[in-house]
């Protein structure tokens, strides 16, 4: 049973335009959430995180926003650009669920110039 | 500063032969912790050290899978013996050990990952 989803494989957008990624939950215990971005043959690279008591994080170009009423949240990049191509893991924690992230099962971004 | 390390890059061997995975992670920290991406699919969690002890080691999927870190500084991960399904990336990662009790919210810094190829 998939605890993270992310129902979209992939995305594509053209350069500039906003890119919207979600990401659903369903263990209520989660209360950190961190999304990953990836290329390929690489690790997983942070890179931006929200905890549960707020329903926004922003840096740069990067927003978060969560809802948890819904387990629901999503990352904004805005303007998009080609190298933001990637494949970006939604991922969660929580104290109950010790140190360790489950993650979704990411969801492929083509920025498009 | 050095990243996350790991060794080989990639692995490609026949079914029932041994393997081990070696990690190094960021000098300093407490927290290693191995994951696996199977398929294409989600990244998932299979064990936890901190320090030498291993703290959560739930993800591990049955007993051919051996992790250790002795001296808390590298963990190697040996699957004996391999079987096809164990074919995917097997990635590590490290955190500092804050001390603080929210320390579940630090990031982690991923290595490379090893390709593991079982034919």
């Known amino acids: 049973d998939q605890q993270v989803k992310q129902n979209s494989p992939s995305l594509s957008v053209q350069e500039g335009r906003i890119s919207i990624l979600n990401c659903d939950y369903t263990?209520?215990?989660?209360?950190?959430f961190l999304w990953y971005k990836k290329y390929p043959a690489e690790g997983p690279t942070f890179l931006i995180s929200i905890s549960s008591i707020k329903d926004k994080n922003e840096d740069g170009r990067f927003t978060v926003f969560l809802n948890k009423s819904a387990k629901h949240l999503s990352l904004h990049i805005v303007p998009s650009q080609p190298g933001d191509s990637a494949v970006y893991f939604c991922a969660a924690s929580g104290e109950d669920a010790g140190n360790m992230l489950t993650f979704g099962g990411g969801t492929r971004l083509m920025v498009k110039p | 500063e050095a990243g996350v390390t790991q060794f080989p890059s990639h692995s490609v061997i026949e079914k029932g032969q041994t393997v081990t995975l070696r990690c190094d992670p960021i000098s300093g920290h407490d927290n290693l912790y191995w994951y696996r991406r199977v398929m294409g699919k989600e990244i998932k969690f299979l064990l936890h050290?901190?320090?030498?002890?291993?703290?959560?080691e739930s993800g591990m999927p049955n007993n051919r899978f051996l992790a250790e870190r002795t001296g808390g500084t590298y963990s190697t991960l040996k699957v004996q013996p391999a079987e096809l399904e164990d074919s995917g990336v097997y990635f590590c990662?490290?955190?500092?050990?804050?001390?603080?009790?929210?320390?579940?919210?630090?990031?982690?810094?991923f290595g490379p990952g090893t390709r593991l190829t079982v034919l």
């Open positions: 050290f901190v320090k030498e002890s291993k703290q959560d």
């Open positions: 263990n209520s215990m989660f209360d950190y």
């Open positions: 990662a490290s955190s500092p050990n804050t001390g603080l009790a929210d320390s579940f919210g630090d990031e982690q810094f």
